[in-house]
């Protein structure tokens, strides 16, 4: 499919371990996000990459929580130390550029700690 | 304060019957806005952008009074498939980050 991609999309895991989720955006779209969803609340921002470059990690809730987006197509999320707090949807999004209206989400990976 | 507030509903409507909600923000820098739909366990699609002297896509109406920092959603004619969250989206001009709301979730009943 030519939508945005994301692995696993269930992940459970115990507490204090590390996990790594993955972002497969629509090819050709440079800007990339995450976002987190807990039940009941909307995405909340984590990060922005325009291109290879972190252009805003002021949504990382602490430094457990980095990104990366090495060529500027895939980018991996990763935790340390996983927290019960940590469980969430996290979703996935690309655009084809900076400000273009719209956002393509990925279907997000269920990450439960346990 | 969040930056983006909804009456979170539940809004139970029958088929066939209109339903509005409306969500307020915060940030007065605020430029653009959005509504999202999602589906239980999906991710987010884009419903429709807000304009400001207001819009329409088939039976949906959006609603932007700027003075009260308010947007609006309004379904005429509701379908079952009319069910899901609906997520109002706030951008400030040269940002690029969505700030959503929780979401009003609307249930159509047959």
């Known amino acids: 499919g030519a939508g945005v991609s994301q692995t696993p999309s269930n992940k459970v895991t115990e507490k204090g371990k590390y996990v790594e989720l993955r972002c497969d955006p629509i090819?050709?779209?440079?800007?990339l996000y995450w976002y987190r969803q807990s039940l009941g609340q909307g995405p909340e921002f984590l990060i922005y990459f325009q291109g290879t470059g972190a252009a805003d990690d002021s949504g990382l809730p602490n430094d457990r929580f980095f990104a990366v987006r090495p060529e500027g197509s895939v980018s991996t999320l990763k935790i340390q130390r996983t927290e019960r707090g940590d469980s969430a949807v996290y979703l996935c999004?690309?655009?084809?550029?900076?400000?273009?209206?719209?956002?393509?989400f990925g279907q997000g990976t269920r990450l439960t700690v346990v | 304060r969040k930056e983006v507030e909804q009456d979170p509903g539940p809004f139970n409507v029958p088929e066939g019957a209109t339903v509005a909600f409306n969500c307020t923000y915060s940030n007065s820098a605020s430029q653009s806005f959005f509504w999202y739909r999602q589906d239980c366990r999906k991710e987010p699609k884009l419903l429709m952008s807000?304009?400001?002297s207001g819009n329409e896509d088939g039976r949906f109406t959006a609603q932007l009074n700027r003075a009260s920092q308010y947007i609006s959603l309004l379904i005429r004619d509701s379908k079952l498939s009319d069910s899901a969250t609906y997520l109002c989206?706030?951008?400030?001009?040269?940002?690029?980050?969505?700030?959503f709301g929780a979401g009003t979730t609307v249930t159509v009943r047959a």
């Open positions: 999004a690309s655009s084809l550029t900076t400000g273009t209206t719209e956002a393509f």
């Open positions: 807000v304009y400001s």
């Open positions: 090819s050709g779209h440079t800007a």
């Open positions: 989206v706030a951008r400030s001009f040269n940002d690029y980050k969505l700030s």
